[in-house]
């Protein structure tokens, strides 16, 4: 499982660049750090993905058989898929 602790996470690895006034204006965060939030990022994007899809079709399949409209089988689509 994912074991992840945000607040440590950002005590050892950011660095805030504050303007005149002292807002935080920037973060800085090594190119190790970054590279492995932006890996992370890419695969949640992913996963995000093929939910979504899975959702979808999963309502188009309820919203058939609601209105009973026939679904192709899988086996259908398969061999319509290879031929």
Do not use: C, P
């Not at 504050?18 to 932006?38: A, F, M, P, Q």
């Not at 890996?39 to 999963?58: C, D, E, P």
């Amino acid at each position: 499982m994912f074991n992840f602790d945000l607040n440590e996470f950002i005590e050892k690895t950011l660095q805030y660049v504050v303007d005149d006034k002292g807002n935080r204006s920037s973060v800085l965060v090594s190119i190790n750090t970054w590279e492995d939030l932006n890996t992370k990022y890419n695969k949640l994007l992913k996963k995000v993905s093929i939910l979504t899809g899975i959702q979808k079709g999963l309502e188009e399949e309820a919203e058939a058989r609601k209105s009973g409209k026939k679904l192709q089988t899988l086996k259908d689509f398969l061999d319509e898929r290879n031929s």
